[in-house]
């Protein structure tokens, strides 16, 4: 009898668990990654001008 009452009390945890786990993420929806992409990162770079000396050898 007793094991019987556990096996019900576990199954009712677990699925309250669940339950509870479903309500968080519906509510607060769902985890986003930060991005931190610039829109126009071309835009801030500077390219370096070589002169002819520098590139001999």
């Known amino acids: 009898?007793?094991?019987?009452?556990?096996?019900?009390?576990?199954?009712i945890c677990m699925i309250l668990?669940?339950?509870?786990a479903c309500f968080g993420?519906?509510?607060g929806g769902?985890?986003?990654v930060p991005v931190h992409r610039e829109k126009y990162p071309?835009?801030?770079t500077e390219?370096?001008?070589e002169k002819e000396e520098?590139?001999?050898?």
């Open 1 to 11: 009898m007793m094991k019987r009452i556990r096996k019900v009390l576990r199954l």
């Open 17 to 20: 668990l669940i339950g509870l």
């Open 25 to 27: 993420i519906g509510i």
């Open 30 to 32: 769902p985890v986003t």
């Open 42 to 44: 071309s835009a801030q």
């Open 47 to 49: 390219t370096k001008e």
């Open 54 to 57: 520098d590139l001999k050898p």
